[in-house]
């Protein structure tokens, strides 16, 4: 069955350290977005892409930055981790523009 | 751009009872709007969209309306049973095809 998974599903890293999530999926879907999820802010758009070489940032992309070589893959990168960017992550995924997106299981991140 | 505000933050109902949970926004143009539940460490989950040239949609025992006058939209579950228990997120969809989501409403149904 196709789906879209994440990894690592747990994560802990110390302050200024890069750190790399990783999301694939299996639909060969062209649109694919990341979010992340912190109490009182339901989910909050960081990046998002529309096919290969596409990226576009959303409303929270400071110190972040994704990069699509091929459809399946988008992976998601801290360059510099800070205490502020400690979350759950997930990924998703869509057919069409205003389709169904479909989610990946989350990545807990934690930076001390 | 958009901005989507949802109430409850957290609703406890009695099995059996209803459940609803209103969402507003504020962008016109938005035309599609997706509820997502999501239990305990996953990721959410479609349960039920509505497009705007709808005012109810229905499947089982979730419903749902929207108001394109007012900009507001409501999900509506009846016959509540413990497996409902969760928490629940509206979005609309900007003009450029992202989703805007709600803050959530954490539901908690009783036994």
């Known amino acids: 069955d196709a789906e879209i998974t994440q990894s690592p599903r747990h994560k802990i890293t110390e302050t200024g350290r890069q750190v790399t999530l990783a999301c694939h999926q299996t639909?060969?879907?062209?649109?694919m977005f990341w979010y992340r999820q912190d109490l009182g802010h339901g989910l909050r758009l960081i990046h998002y892409?529309?096919?290969?070489?596409?990226?576009n940032k959303g409303e929270v992309s400071d110190g972040y930055s994704v990069s699509r070589s091929n459809t399946e893959d988008l992976p998601l990168t801290l360059e510099s981790a800070a205490s502020s960017q400690t979350s759950v992550y997930f990924c998703?995924?869509?057919?069409?523009?205003?389709?169904?997106?479909?989610f990946g299981p989350g990545t807990r991140l934690t930076v001390l | 751009g958009e901005n989507v505000e949802q109430h409850p933050s957290t609703l406890s109902v009695q099995e059996g009872d209803s459940a609803v949970i209103k969402c507003t926004y504020s962008?016109?143009?938005?035309?599609?709007f997706p509820w997502y539940k999501q239990e305990l460490g996953k990721g959410p989950q479609l349960i039920i969209d509505?497009?705007?040239?709808?005012g109810e949609k229905k499947d089982q025992r979730i419903a749902v309306t929207l108001n394109k006058t007012a900009k507001h939209f409501s999900l509506h579950i009846t016959e509540t049973q413990p497996e409902d228990s969760a928490v629940y997120f509206c979005a609309a969809i900007t003009n450029d095809y992202k989703l805007s989501f709600g803050a959530g409403t954490t539901v908690t149904v009783r036994a």
């Open positions: 892409s529309y096919g290969v070489q596409d990226t």
């Open positions: 639909w060969n879907h062209n649109n």
């Open positions: 962008d016109s143009a938005s035309n599609y």
């Open positions: 509505i497009r705007s040239n709808v």
């Open positions: 998703a995924s869509s057919e069409g523009l205003g389709n169904e997106q479909f």
